[in-house]
Structure formats: C-alpha cells, structure tokens
C-alpha cells in the first residue's frame, strides 16, 4: 500500500468508532464546519480528479499515480484484463486508508512549504536536496530582484469580460496580476521540468521522515474530517452496516478500481485543505467558508 499503509485495519475501525462518538453523546452537533465536511463528500464528482490534475502541483499529482500504481501493479490495461474481488469490508478498510494517504500527501506539502520559506529566509537557505522541497523558480531573471517598481505608475487598462464587457482595471494592479501569473507559470514549467527527470521531491520527502513523524501526518485529522472520510465511504458502498459488508462481494477491473482510488486520494487531499481553511479563518476570525461553498469545493 506505499505511504497509505500507516492507516492499517486496526487503526480505521479505532478511529472510526472515535469519530461516531467523539465524546458527544448521541447525534453529534451540527456545526458549519461538519456541515460543510459532509456536504462536500456527498456532492463530489469524480469530474474532481481531472480539475485536480490542471490545478495540483504536478508533484503531488504525480506522487498519487504512483502510489495507485504500486498498490494495484503496472500491467498495461490494453492487453490484459486484471479483475479484483473482495468483500464489502476489506474495500472499505482499503478506502479509509487510501483517504488518509491523500489527507497526508496535503500535509506533506504544507510542511514542506513551510520549511522551505523558513530555509529561504536563513544565511544560505536550503537546498533543494537536504529540505526536500517543491521546486522554485530559474532563469534569465534569477539575476532580478522579484517585482519591479511601481513608483509613479498611472493609468488604466481596459480588459473584456465575456458576459460583463469592457472592465477598467487600475494599471498598478494590472501589473501585479501578470506578476503573478508569470511566477506561477514558470513555477509550472520548472516542476514538470523535474518530473521528467524522474524525481519527485514530495516522495522523497515522505521517505525521509521517520516513523513517528510519517504518522503525524494523519494523526491529527479532527473527528469532522474522519465523519466525513466515513460518509465518502458509505456513499460509494451503499452501506456502512458492517454485518453487511462482512457478505458483499464487489468486483471491478484494475481499471475502474484506480480510477476510484485516485478519486479518494483526491477528496483525502481537499479535505484537508478545507480543515485548513477553517483553522486559519478561526484564528483570524474571519467570515465563515460560504465563498468555498459556493465554489464547488477547495481551491488547491
């Protein structure tokens, strides 16, 4: 099972009966937070992978596939037909885990982007090799500093909105966005430029950890996350009664089990996004995740 192995059987039925009865007694409160958890597992799509393939850094996408592929082996679909038979209650084990190894590639990335900027900002920083980290930006304009110098600019730009027309933007703020649109770009071109070179920093930060602290990496996981782990199972399986999974077979092809493993990974891997969101938002006290809501689900 790779990295997602950390979840074993043992620890999903624990956490799992943890987060039914977390101490509350009863049906558990109606938060927004839970709320939003829940409602974002029964409406996603597995249209939700291809979105996250364009939008997630090719590093995690890439960490994902591999880890889909080491589980279930790499003989090509096109000339052999691979089908997998279980029960009810081992593919719901191997669900939970596969959720939480998404949850913990999310937090690789945090912790790995935090570590970088605080490397970034001590004599001689990082390097790439001993803080693991995403890729960063190379060029022509390294010998620049970043920005330029907005001092004295005036003006306007006119940009056309397909449903809205004509849109006056101020020139100062026109100037930031391509900014940043050219420093993601290039931040783009960079990580694919390291994947074809067959390194992914992501992995080889998740192999360097040891035990305990690779366990932190899903440890923490609130019990909002965990009911809602829970609700993205039962809603693919039809059922969450265990007497019933003990006796329901299920079988698919390879393929249609990494399509579905992938998706799980992916919904692991917003979750936690969305639990980081409402932390930040709690302690800034800021308005609620209604603009998330709206949207359809998190921004990676």
Same mark, same amino acid.
């Given at each position: 099972y790779g990295y997602g192995s950390?979840? !074993?059987e043992r620890d999903i039925n624990v956490r799992a009966r943890a987060a039914s009865s #977390?101490? +509350?007694? !009863?049906?558990?409160? $109606?938060?927004e937070r839970r709320? =939003?958890? *829940? &409602? =974002?597992?029964? #409406?996603?799509?597995?249209q939700v992978m291809e979105q996250f393939a364009d939008k997630a850094h090719p590093q995690v996408v890439d960490a994902m596939r591999q880890t889909v592929t080491n589980m279930l082996g790499t003989l090509p679909p096109q000339f052999f037909q691979v089908t997998v038979s279980t029960v009810g209650e081992n593919l719901a084990q191997l669900m939970y885990t596969v959720l939480m190894s998404g949850y913990m590639f999310r937090?690789?990335?945090y912790r $790995?982007? *935090? +570590?970088? @900027?605080?490397? @970034? *900002? *001590?004599? !001689?920083?990082? /390097? #790439?090799a001993v803080a693991g980290q995403l890729p960063s930006s190379h060029g022509p304009d390294a010998q620049y500093a970043p920005g330029s110098q907005k001092n004295g600019i005036a003006g306007e730009v006119v940009r056309w909105r397909h449903e809205e027309g004509a849109e006056v933007v101020p020139a100062y703020d026109y100037i930031e966005m391509l900014e940043r649109e050219v420093r993601l770009l290039k931040e783009q071109v960079t990580a694919r430029q390291r994947l074809e070179e067959d390194r992914n920093d992501l992995i080889e930060y998740l192999k360097s950890l040891e035990p305990q602290n690779l366990q932190e990496l899903t440890e923490n996981a609130g019990s909002d996350v965990i009911d809602a782990m829970n609700s993205f199972i039962q809603r693919l399986l039809g059922s969450s009664d265990p007497e019933e %999974? &003990?006796?329901? @077979?299920?079988? /698919?092809?390879?393929?249609? %089990?990494?399509?579905m493993l992938y998706w799980l990974m992916v919904v692991g891997y917003s979750l936690r996004t969305i639990e980081v969101r409402f932390d930040m938002e709690r302690s800034l006290d @800021?308005? !609620?995740m209604s603009e998330l809501a709206g949207g359809g689900g998190p921004e990676l």
């Open positions: 950390l979840a !074993g #977390d101490g +509350r007694g !009863g049906e558990p409160q $109606m938060t709320r =939003y958890f *829940l &409602k =974002y597992v029964q #409406d996603v799509q597995p937090n690789a990335q $790995m982007e *935090l +570590r970088n @900027s605080v490397g @970034s *900002l *001590l004599p !001689g920083g990082f /390097s #790439d %999974l &003990k006796h329901a @077979s299920n079988e /698919s092809t390879a393929v249609e %089990l990494a399509r @800021s308005p !609620g």
